[in-house]
């Protein structure tokens, strides 16, 4: 196997874990949507679409991370959410699809890889913990990645995952779509000078 350019990393980003949750307020628990891929997972995964593809009116193509669209635009989720909207606008490079995505308790998303989500494959996908618990579980490639609520991360997802929360409360995580540009490739770039300090 190709070695990755880019291993997964902690990228120099934070958030304030209490603006993250005080965020979620702008949102109403009719607002989630049960994630489609159902085979995925056993328990309850939920998600809210914040960007998606321009003109999709139904909630499942709203949360469809379609690989072929390259037109996306906010959702009224975003709209209606001036926390969430500050966080985005951290982000430089075109967002494409942008979700909160929600792990319940005692449920588990199986191993399963997506298909071209990494850096050397042009598209990443950045993760943000907005509620976590020490009871989750989030394995790449075997390896338990613990990541904090406000942390920022890339994960190279074409490659084997999965995760488990074991914990009391919800995992729900910011989860951004993004073109390897040049302001990611710096970003990059300056993850790998902080690791190496």
């Known amino acids: 196997m190709e070695q990755p350019r880019f291993p997964d990393r902690l990228l120099p980003l934070a958030f304030d874990p209490a603006r993250l949750a005080a ?3 702008d949102f109403a ?21 914040l960007r998606g593809p321009a003109g999709a009116r139904h909630p499942i193509q709203m949360i469809y991370s379609d690989p072929t669209c390259t037109n996306f635009a906010d959702t009224p ?14 982000f ?3 967002l494409h699809a942008v979700r909160l995505m929600r ?4 449920s588990v998303i199986k191993e399963h890889h997506d298909n071209d989500l990494s850096f050397e494959q042009g598209m990443i996908r950045i993760h943000i913990p907005v509620v976590t618990n020490d009871g989750v579980d989030f394995r790449l490639n075997g390896v338990r990645c ?12 074409s490659d084997p995952h999965s995760v488990a929360n074991r914990g009391a409360e919800d995992r729900i995580h910011l989860v951004i779509d993004t073109v390897a ?7 990059f770039q300056t993850a790998l000078r902080n690791q190496a300090a």
């Open 146 to 157: 613990l990541m904090p609520a406000g942390s920022c991360w890339y994960l190279r997802l």
């Open 23 to 25: 965020a979620m307020a």
């Open 92 to 94: 430089a490079c075109p």
């Open 181 to 187: 540009d040049d302001w990611v490739s710096a970003l």
């Open 103 to 106: 792990l319940a308790p005692g």
């Open 29 to 49: 628990i009719a607002e989630w949507v049960r994630h489609f891929v159902t085979q995925n997972y056993d328990g309850d995964w939920d998600v809210i679409a």
């Open 77 to 90: 989720a975003l709209t209606a959410s001036p926390g969430f909207t500050e966080v985005l606008a951290a």
